[in-house]
């Protein structure tokens, strides 16, 4: 069964920039990456979405490498209201049924 | 707010028991998606339906069903609940039923399931 895998947590500080990292070895050809993020008892909400290359809007930027097996999403100058977790989702052939699958969620920490 | 509208927003029953948890889309979309989220845990996909059809089935348990309606709400089905299954329950939309921007999925704001 594919995976797709980030790192469990990470903190940092007010005014940094933070880069979480989703790995997706099976995503389905024709699909984009998309970012979530999640505060508590909240349902996600749409961060950014990318197909291949750098993708940037207003709150994050997103980068793919070009064989899309990971991509990483970027987060400027963070501030202690980006406090939540993240969260990358892709979908997936693996197993010859598409399915959707969330990565596990990566609890980012934003310090004064 | 995401204009998903999911109810009733908590749930509490009995082992054996089961429940109905409906699922209103944003206006004009077609595809509805099911995901469970146990604590402090990720969010499993359960099922997708694009107008009224299913398109894309999860690891859903057999005592799990939904449907989409005409109307394009959809509804999620529990039954025989057990212990394990107290968790959120989110429902999201989208424009489409691909991986691309018309299959971006918005999110309601969940049921709370709790299951005693």
């Known amino acids: 069964l594919a995976k797709t895998t980030q790192p469990i947590s990470m903190d940092s500080y007010e005014g940094q920039e933070v880069n979480i990292t989703c790995s997706h070895n099976?995503?389905?050809?024709?699909?984009?990456i998309t970012w979530y993020q999640q505060f508590p008892s909240q349902g996600p909400r749409f961060i950014i979405q990318?197909?291949?290359t750098k993708v940037t809007n207003e709150v994050a930027s997103l980068f793919i490498p070009a064989d899309r097996k990971s991509s990483t999403l970027s987060l400027p100058r963070v501030s202690l209201s980006d406090t939540a977790v993240y969260y990358c989702?892709?979908?997936?052939?693996?197993?010859?049924?598409?399915?959707?699958?969330f990565g596990s969620g990566t609890r980012l920490l934003v310090r004064p | 707010d995401s204009g998903v509208t999911q109810t009733p927003k908590h749930l509490i029953t009995a082992t054996g028991q089961r429940v109905t948890l409906r699922c209103s889309p944003r206006?004009?979309?077609?595809?509805v998606y099911w995901y469970q989220q146990s604590l402090d845990q990720g969010l499993q996909f359960l099922i997708q339906y694009y107008n009224g059809e299913e398109r894309a089935k999860g690891n859903i348990l057999e005592r799990f069903s939904a449907q989409q309606f005409p109307d394009l709400h959809s509804e999620l089905n529990l039954s025989s609940l057990e212990l394990g299954d107290s968790a959120l329950y989110f429902c999201?939309?989208?424009?489409?039923?691909?991986?691309?921007?018309?299959?971006?999925?918005?999110f309601g704001p969940g049921t709370r399931l709790t299951v005693l």
């Open positions: 206006s004009g979309d077609l595809s």
């Open positions: 990318g197909y291949k």
């Open positions: 999201a939309s989208s424009l489409g039923q691909g991986g691309g921007p018309q299959g971006t999925q918005y």
């Open positions: 099976n995503i389905a050809t024709n699909d984009y």
């Open positions: 989702l892709v979908g997936d052939n693996g197993d010859s049924s598409y399915k959707l699958i």
